[in-house]
C-alpha cells in the first residue's frame, strides 16, 4: 500500500511540474516496472512457500541487481555518452528505459522494508534519495547519463551482498566461498562505489550542466555510501579478528608439547 501511494504520489508529480506528453510514457513504464517486480515477488513467494518473504525479496533483489548492473554497464562504457566528460547532458532512449525499470524496482523494495520494517535509516535513507533523484533525472530530461553510472557502481555489489545472506541462511557462510563472496564484494565496494562514486560526483559537481539540486543529491547518496563504508569496514575488522583467534587457538591446539627440554607431537 506504500508502494501504491508512492506511486500515486509520483506519477501526480510528474503531471503538475512536467510536459505531459513526455512524463505519460515514462510514469507508465515506471508502474509497468513496478507491477512487473511486484508480480515477480509474488511468483517467488508462491514458488517458495517454505522460506520466508524476505528469502523471496532478495530473489528479487538478487534478478535486479544482475539485470540492472548489466543494462547500466552497457550505457556507461558502449552506448555513452561517457559520465565523467559529459555530466548534465541529455538523456537517451536506452538510459530513460534503465532508469524507469530501476525506479520501478526501487518503489517496490521501499514498501516491502517499510511494511516488513527490515531496514535501518541508513539504507531507507538511500533508497529515498535514489528514488527522488532519479525522477528528478527523468522529469528534467537530462543528467542520466552520471545518474547511470552511480546506479552501476551502487548496484554492482548487490548480488554478492544477497548471495552472502543466501550463503548464511543455508549455513555455507562460513566457509571458503563465503570467504571469497566477501573478498570481492569488500574489494568493489571500495574501489568502485568509493573510489568510482567519487569520481563521478567530482565530475557532476565540476560540471555547469547538471541542476545544483541534482548535485546536492548526488553528494548526499554519496554521503550514505560512505557511511555503508564505515559499517563495512567495522564488518571486515571484525571478522579479521574472528579469523586471528581462530588461527591462533587452532596454532595452539596443534603445536607440539615440550617433555624434559624435548619436543613431543600431541
Not at 535501518?120 to 553510472?149: F, R
Not at 564488518?235 to 617433555?259: C, D, E, G, H, Y
Request: glycine share 10%.
Amino acid at each position: 500500500l506504500v508502494a501504491l501511494f508512492g506511486l500515486g504520489g509520483l506519477v501526480g508529480w510528474f503531471w503538475f511540474w512536467f510536459p505531459p506528453l513526455r512524463m505519460v510514457s515514462i510514469a507508465l513504464e515506471v508502474t509497468c516496472s513496478f507491477v512487473a517486480w511486484l508480480f515477480l515477488y509474488a511468483c517467488c513467494c508462491y514458488w517458495n512457500r517454505h522460506r520466508s518473504y524476505e528469502w523471496s525479496c532478495r530473489l528479487v533483489t538478487l534478478l535486479h541487481g544482475l539485470i540492472v548492473t548489466g543494462l547500466s554497464g552497457y550505457t556507461v562504457f558502449l552506448d555513452g555518452p561517457w559520465p565523467l566528460t559529459h555530466a548534465g547532458s541529455p538523456n537517451t532512449a536506452l538510459q530513460i528505459h534503465v532508469l524507469s525499470l530501476t525506479l520501478g524496482y526501487f518503489i517496490f523494495d521501499l514498501g516491502w522494508c517499510l511494511y516488513f520494517q527490515t531496514e535501518g535509516d541508513l539504507m531507507l535513507l538511500h533508497h529515498t534519495l535514489s528514488i527522488c533523484g532519479m525522477i528528478m533525472v527523468l522529469g528534467l530530461g537530462k543528467s542520466a547519463t552520471e545518474v547511470n553510472a552511480v546506479v552501476f557502481v551502487s548496484e554492482i555489489t548487490n548480488p554478492l551482498l544477497q548471495t552472502r545472506w543466501f550463503l548464511r541462511e543455508m549455513g555455507c557462510y562460513h566457509t571458503l566461498l563465503g570467504d571469497i563472496v566477501d573478498f570481492f564484494f569488500v574489494s568493489l565496494f571500495l574501489v568502485l562505489r568509493i573510489g568510482g562514486g567519487a569520481l563521478i560526483m567530482y565530475a557532476m559537481v565540476t560540471s555547469p550542466a547538471p541542476s545544483w539540486l541534482l548535485k546536492a543529491g548526488g553528494l548526499a547518496m554519496y554521503v550514505v555510501s560512505l557511511g555503508f563504508m564505515v559499517e563495512i569496514c567495522r564488518f571486515v575488522r571484525r571478522k579479521m579478528m574472528k579469523k586471528s583467534i581462530s588461527w591462533t587457538s587452532l596454532r595452539s591446539v596443534n603445536a607440539p608439547v615440550q617433555t624434559n627440554g624435548h619436543l613431543t607431537a600431541r
